[in-house]
């Protein structure tokens, strides 16, 4: 069964740094898509970046450029999230996603068909 795992969610104070990780069960192709979500409450959840297996092209949303980096380690499978300069309005419950089998990155919740259960990520002000 595919799955995926995220880990290293927590709370920082404004301008910290955090590290997600993203491990990924069960794939038979090496090929795929993996992104970052986020939800805060009351909004919509939303894209924050992605990376493609193959060439390890990076795409961000405006608002973390120059912040996070996502980077991938695909001997472990496992994609990361690293958040830089943290702010309170990054706060939110992180969610790693993926989809196989293809070499572009989407960043609608729809080009996505694996989800993790989500990571926490606090930032106090």
């Known amino acids: 069964q595919v799955q995926v795992v995220e880990s290293g969610g927590g709370s920082v104070q404004a301008g910290g740094s955090l590290r997600l990780s993203c491990a990924a069960w069960?794939?038979?192709?090496?090929?795929?898509?993996t992104g970052w979500f986020r939800q805060a409450p009351g909004k919509e959840r939303e894209w924050v970046s992605s990376?493609?297996?193959?060439?390890?092209?990076?795409f961000y949303t405006d608002s973390v450029k120059g912040r996070f980096t996502i980077s991938q380690d695909n001997a472990k499978n496992t994609v990361y999230l690293e958040m830089n300069s943290l702010k309170p309005e990054d706060s939110a419950i992180y969610y790693c996603?993926?989809?196989?089998?293809?070499?572009?990155?989407?960043?609608?919740?729809?080009?996505?068909?694996?989800w993790g259960q989500g990571t926490q990520v606090t930032v106090s002000s």
């Open positions: 990376i493609v297996s193959t060439d390890g092209s990076t």
């Open positions: 996603a993926a989809r196989a089998g293809i070499t572009w990155c989407g960043r609608g919740r729809d080009d996505y068909n694996v």
């Open positions: 069960g794939y038979m192709y090496s090929r795929r898509c």
